[in-house]
């Protein structure tokens, strides 16, 4: 039976500060992250549980960067990587379904991931912003200007 447990990892202390740095890079941080993950089941599964109006599908949980980091993030704390990653998404739909899936991660998705992580904030420090419409747009101080946008 497993056992719930919330794992909290990257605080923002003196004694537990993280920071996801470059494969064999390892001296330039790129980015500090805070997270919780939902579940750590017996046997070294990370659960991750998510609540949608669509249906989650495999191409969603492998390609997923969420769990790209989550499976870093417990390599590095527990020097193993997880068994596996686990979505249990609960399908919020006329009839509501809970599904699950189950993926794994290896070198060429940590290569991905700090591949992108690496574009994404050189692009931020040239300045370099794209709109990106969505639902939390209602609650973004930017709406205004990020609306108005014309490309320049």
């Given amino acids: 039976m497993s056992k719930l447990q919330t794992w909290p990892f990257f605080h923002r202390t ?17 980015v500090e992250i805070e997270d919780i993950i939902d579940f750590i089941e017996e046997g070294d ?4 549980f998510k609540t949608s109006s669509q249906m989650m ?29 686990k979505v249990i998404d609960f399908v919020k739909s006329r009839k509501p379904k809970l599904i699950t899936l189950e993926t794994k991660r290896d070198p060429t998705s ?5 591949g992108l992580v690496s574009h994404v904030l050189n692009g931020i420090r040239q300045r370099i912003f794209f709109p990106r419409v969505g639902f939390w ?16």
């Fill in 137 to 152: 747009c209602k609650d973004c101080e930017y709406s205004g200007p990020c609306q108005s946008w014309q490309g320049n």
């Fill in 110 to 114: 940590y290569k991905r991931l700090f």
């Fill in 14 to 30: 003196k004694n537990a500060h993280h920071v996801l740095t470059e494969p064999g890079n390892g001296k330039d941080p790129l």
């Fill in 45 to 48: 599964v990370i659960t991750e």
């Fill in 57 to 85: 599908n495999e191409w969603d949980v492998d390609e997923s960067l969420q769990l790209t980091i989550y499976n870093w993030a417990y390599e590095k704390l527990y020097g193993r990587p997880p068994v596996a990653l």
